[in-house]
């Protein structure tokens, strides 16, 4: 068991899946000698050669769309891109190829890649570097969405992710990457996707997030517990495809439930999840479903960020609002 | 001070036959009398099908079509000289390679009449299916080249471009890479002189699209693109090259779209109708009937037998086409992940109850 924080917990996923499976390759800007801006790739290229952990030229369309190929091929190419506000161009690729390869070839060719990515707000970025892009992902049919929230999670979450059979877009909170430490047993062993995890048991609301909210919303758990509300947490961890009967059995449990995303608010995933618990626990609910997320604005610069984010205070609020009816 | 010359301005342009079917130069061909007869048979076979395919969309009996009407020598030269390894990556135009690498008449129809069971090929199981939006298949084949290089596998990738989308980022992307990668690709841009309505001139201002090669360190060149040896020779060498570890190349084939871009599209819209008449005397099929028949290797009753064993061809995939039974819906989930989540099983179940009985 090591102490690991999340980027070191990435890496160590990475190094794992390519010593065991040699048609994984690494492929992006900056992950060779630099080790990727974060280090998520440090020291796998002098480990596996610049042959499997290939400096790209800056193309990010291209990057994806050669990572189609190669998948179509039979490798397993992960690819990172450096920021979120450069993801935009691989779009065309994941959407109008990398997801719908199998079904356009009746599961002839596949494509199993994985696009990395650190994302969302908090850490006093430039401008064009913290958004949350999750949803957009998660729209397209074939595309599965991954967010881990914490260093063991992301190592077991990513190694699956490598492991499964279709495309995968994993989402990797920055503000996570060296916030905590955790132990994680490098072992190899994933972790399911397509799976809500329980944080927190709790008998009177559910709080429903994933991604850097989780330490947040887990803080706001604290907060209530000591006022004597018993908070209830799932980390969501698969955005698409939504595991509805985890969130749904807790729902029903407890009668409340408050949805957290860093994302902006309108046509959300939080929407996404609001309306599968109204159209099937809406009676076991003993208040409205709340949102607590961004704003439905641009993602401000770092001055204004702490604003932008939920805050503690906001997701405590909304428990609490839930709780007296108002 | 110094000055550095870096290209020598000069584009080579690879022809043998003339407009009139006339061999260009004294030389021999490069090319052997029988591949000669299975290229024109392979061209004849295209054109036959696209006036097929034309006619069934024009009685509703396909979906929209793209013809290759007149270009048939850029996807027949190139596929020709393919070897069955080789992994092919299609634009939308291009069922006269596809049908050189074993894709079947009716697995097109259902491709174009609305059926996915149409990409899922029989035969020529590594080759991409149809790329529709345009130049995102060209990374795709330097992926695929990346791939096979990693493996040290004896294999190249194929891929088409039309001179349209050599002005999109994906283009400029992947040729970079393959570059840099000195990856074992052949990109051929199939220059038909239009995308869609607009013609060549207001694509780009580059004299060549060949020379876009330049700046990426790939080797490039200009083919005839209605002379099938020609295709077929500089397709060969180009993959040859690649075989062999020495890189990607760029070649510009020069042909003309006789048909409209699709069956959706009207070209008397926008092109002269002198120009178009100019061109069917440079197209691609007669230039080499011309030659053949000049050579005494071919003859008005070969023609005919040729011209009838087409026709039963195509007759036998459109029969096949129409008494193919439609998918049901699961066909809509059952593909989409190798395993489908639970919840899109609950929508099969919904797709299931409304379904036609």
């Known amino acids: 068991m090591t102490q690991l924080n999340l980027v070191e917990s990435i890496n160590a996923a990475l190094a794992c899946e390519m010593a065991r499976d040699d048609s994984v390759l690494l492929l992006g800007e900056d992950i060779g000698a630099n080790g990727g801006v974060f280090r998520a790739t440090n020291g796998l290229q002098a480990r596996f050669g610049r042959a499997r952990v290939i400096d790209t030229p800056l193309a990010e369309g291209g990057i994806a769309g050669v990572a189609v190929g190669m998948a179509a091929m039979g490798l397993r190419p992960v690819a990172e891109i450096q920021f979120t506000g450069f993801i935009y161009p691989t779009m065309d690729q994941m959407i109008n190829h990398a997801s719908r390869m199998r079904n356009r070839t009746r599961g002839r060719l596949s494509c199993p890649m994985v696009l990395r990515s650190p994302y969302g707000a908090g850490i006093h970025a430039p401008e064009h570097h913290s958004e949350s892009p999750e949803a957009l992902f998660a729209h397209m049919p074939g595309l599965r969405v991954v967010i881990p929230s914490a260093p063991a999670r992301a190592y077991g979450l990513l190694l699956a992710a490598m492991r499964d059979p279709d495309p995968v877009v994993f989402l990797e909170p920055t503000r996570l990457y060296r916030l905590f430490k955790q132990d994680v047993e490098d072992d190899g062993e994933s972790l399911p996707l397509d799976t809500c995890f329980l944080c927190r048991e709790g008998r009177d609301a559910t709080i429903v997030a994933w991604g850097a909210m989780i330490p947040e919303v887990m803080r706001a758990a604290e907060a209530l517990e000591s006022a004597g509300i018993d908070v209830e947490v799932i980390d969501v961890a698969t955005i698409k495809p939504l595991d509805m009967e985890t969130i749904l059995r807790s729902v029903e449990k407890t009668g409340r439930c408050v949805i957290v995303h860093e994302a902006p608010r309108a046509v959300g995933v939080g929407a996404e999840i609001a309306a599968e618990i109204a159209e099937r626990a809406l009676y076991s609910l003993q208040a409205p479903v709340r949102r607590v997320t961004a704003y439905d604005v641009v993602t401000p610069l770092s001055r ?22 108002t | 001070m110094g000055l550095h010359t870096l290209i020598d301005g000069r584009i080579e342009l690879i022809r043998f036959l003339a407009p009139d079917g006339a061999p260009c130069e004294a030389a021999p061909l490069p090319v052997n009398d029988e591949t000669l007869l299975h290229l ?13 395919a034309i006619a069934l969309q024009r009685t509703g009996q396909l979906g929209t079509f ?17 070897e069955a390894r080789d992994v092919l990556v299609p634009s939308y135009r291009d069922h006269g390679a596809q049908f050189l690498r074993g894709m079947t008449m009716t697995e097109c129809l259902l491709y174009w009449g609305g059926d996915e069971r149409g990409s899922d090929f029989e035969r020529a199981r590594g080759d991409f299916p149809n790329c529709v939006p345009v130049a995102t298949q060209v990374p795709h084949a330097v992926g695929a080249a990346y791939a096979f290089a990693l493996r040290k596998e004896d294999r190249v990738a194929v891929t088409f471009i039309g001179d349209g989308g050599t002005a999109n980022g ?14 074992p690709v052949v990109i051929i841009i199939n220059n038909n002189g239009w995308a869609i309505s607009t013609p060549r001139a207001l694509e780009s201002a580059a004299a060549t699209l060949a020379q876009k090669g330049v700046a990426a360190g790939v080797a490039c060149q200009q083919v005839d693109g209605n002379d099938v040896v020609a295709v077929y020779e500089a397709a060969r060498r180009a993959i040859a090259k690649a075989r062999s570890g020495e890189g990607p190349t760029l070649i510009e084939a020069l042909t003309y779209r006789l048909g409209d871009h699709t069956t959706a599209d009207d070209a008397t819209r926008y092109r002269d109708p002198e120009i178009v008449q100019r061109e069917w005397t440079r197209e691609p099929v007669a230039r080499l009937r011309a030659y053949l028949l000049g050579r005494g290797l071919w003859s008005k009753e070969q023609e005919s037998g040729l011209l009838k064993q087409c026709a039963e061809e195509v007759e036998s995939a459109v029969a096949r086409y129409l008494a193919t039974a439609p998918q049901s819906t699961d066909a809509m989930f059952d593909y989409l992940y190798e395993d489908a989540p639970q919840s899109l099983l609950a929508q099969r179940d919904i797709a299931r109850r409304f379904a036609p009985k």
Do not use: C, H
């Not at chain 1, 204004?304 to 405590?316: A, D, G, N, T």
């Not at chain 2, 024109?40 to 097929?52: C, E, P, S």
């Not at chain 2, 793209?66 to 393919?82: F, R």
């Not at chain 2, 994906?170 to 990856?183: D, H, K, Q, R, T």
């Open chain 1, 304 to 325: 204004l960020e702490k604003q932008y984010i939920p805050s503690l205070e906001r997701i405590v609020g909304a428990v609490r609002g839930l709780m007296e009816g």
């Open chain 2, 40 to 52: 024109y048979q392979a061209m004849t076979r295209t054109r036959m099908f696209d006036g097929k």
């Open chain 2, 66 to 82: 793209a013809s290759a009407l007149g270009q048939e020598a850029v996807g027949v030269g190139a596929a020709a000289a393919m």
């Open chain 2, 170 to 183: 994906a283009f400029y992307e992947a040729l970079n890479m393959a570059g840099v990668w000195s990856a």
